[in-house]
């Protein structure tokens, strides 16, 4: 079925994103304990601006062929400006993974054990799942979770007692984790640097999707999918962070013996056509 995506940002929305944003890459050059209750401050990772959020007029469309269930959402990372069409929940898998990390850092303070750290490369980079759990029980299971949604203001998230890959989380939350992640409430600036080049460096399976885009050929993403087959259906999640963008994309889909790459293609085709038409 064609499923046409209109998008059209409210005046204000605009405002925000263009005071914030749309300048010329010759305009500018930027590259302990628990996490406080309060969410992530409006200051953006410092990484170089390439292109605006979103083009001009001020519409984003996106219309994919897609089998299944799908929805997106890209945000703005100094306003927090939004945009995204579709309510898809979906279970994180190991999208949720970059809080647990984000959940060990605030606590661990200035300093990790070798083994912590080779614990927590392996997570982001391999997307161990035996190291997340490890983490997750020492944080205190659910408790990190719920500490994950009040952190990050996330009001479409769901906990799944006693299991971190089957927290349901919307698109729209998605890239408020992923804001998490780049302004790094109660993490210092060297551990969201050192989280971030994680993130930049996944293994070559799992960079799949969002920075396979050819709109975003030489961009230095920052990337933790999830995907996970579910009896007869497909759930693959693509979390993006670069520039000063965050982009979530889920899809849920029948298998039909594609594998996650039919799911990593339609990540793929929606980060194409918001930025490749300009």
């Not at 969410?39 to 390439?50: C, D, E, L, R, V």
């Not at 062929?65 to 309510?87: H, K, P, Q």
């Not at 769901?158 to 299991?163: E, F, K, L, S």
Request: glycine letters at 10%; hydrophobic letters at 45%; aromatic letters at 6%.
């Amino acid at each position: 079925m064609r499923i046409p995506v209109i998008v059209v940002l409210l005046g204000v929305v605009i405002g925000a994103v263009a005071a914030a944003v749309c300048l010329r890459p010759a305009d500018v050059t930027a590259a302990t304990g628990r996490p406080a209750s309060a969410g992530p401050p409006n200051t953006a990772p410092q990484f170089s601006i390439t292109r605006p959020a979103v083009p001009s007029p001020k519409e984003v469309k996106v219309a994919l062929d897609v089998r299944g269930e799908w929805s997106w959402a890209l945000r703005e990372l100094g306003s927090g400006a939004v945009v995204g069409d579709g309510t898809l929940r979906t279970t994180t898998e190991s999208v949720i993974k970059v809080w647990l990390a984000v959940d060990f850092l605030a606590l661990r303070g200035s300093r990790l054990s070798a083994d912590e750290d080779n614990r927590l490369s392996r997570m982001i980079r391999v997307s161990d799942d035996r190291a997340a759990q490890a983490l997750y029980l020492r944080l205190g299971g659910d408790a990190s979770i719920e500490r994950m949604i009040r952190t990050c203001g996330l009001h479409e998230t769901r906990i799944h007692p006693d299991w971190w890959s089957k927290t349901t989380m919307s698109a729209t939350d998605a890239t408020l984790l992923g804001r998490c992640v780049a302004g790094g409430p109660g993490v210092s600036a060297q551990w969201r640097a050192k989280l971030l080049e994680l993130m930049q460096s996944v293994d070559p399976g799992n960079a799949f999707g969002i920075p396979e885009a050819p709109a975003l050929a030489g961009e230095r993403i920052a990337v933790k999918n999830g995907w996970t087959l579910h009896g007869t259906w497909w759930t693959v999640n693509c979390l993006a962070i670069w520039d000063h963008w965050v982009l979530a994309v889920l899809v849920r889909y029948p298998d039909q013996g594609t594998g996650h790459r039919y799911g990593a293609d339609v990540c793929r085709n929606v980060a194409q056509q918001l930025f490749g038409s300009w």
